[in-house]
């Protein structure tokens, strides 16, 4: 019997009372160069209408300065499986992440 459920719950109920710290005090806390492809179909964050709004929450966002960016988009069109529901928006942007990488 799969006891993958039970290992996630443990896993999340774990986090809230555990949260993870670096092992390390530089920033970004996430060192190498990341790359964020949104959808506006997501209902986070609530009142963002826009693919504009949807950068500016994200870049002005909680989460930001943990990452090294380098390339950030959203699209109107896509779900959770987007690289199968709009594969030339999510191919799109791997190419442009890895293009000012050059």
Excluded: C
């Amino acid at each position: 019997m799969n006891q993958a459920i039970g290992s996630s719950i443990r896993m999340y109920r774990n986090a809230v009372r555990y949260p993870w710290v670096p092992s390390h005090d530089r920033r970004p806390v996430v060192e190498p160069p990341a790359g964020f492809t949104f959808l506006l179909g997501d209902a986070y964050p609530p009142g963002v209408n826009t693919v504009e709004e949807r950068i500016a929450a994200f870049e002005n966002g909680p989460t930001r300065d943990s990452f090294n960016v380098i390339n950030v988009n959203a699209h109107m069109k896509g779900g959770h499986f987007v690289h199968y529901e709009n594969p030339e928006a999510f191919a799109g942007d791997l190419r442009e992440t890895f293009r000012k990488l050059r």
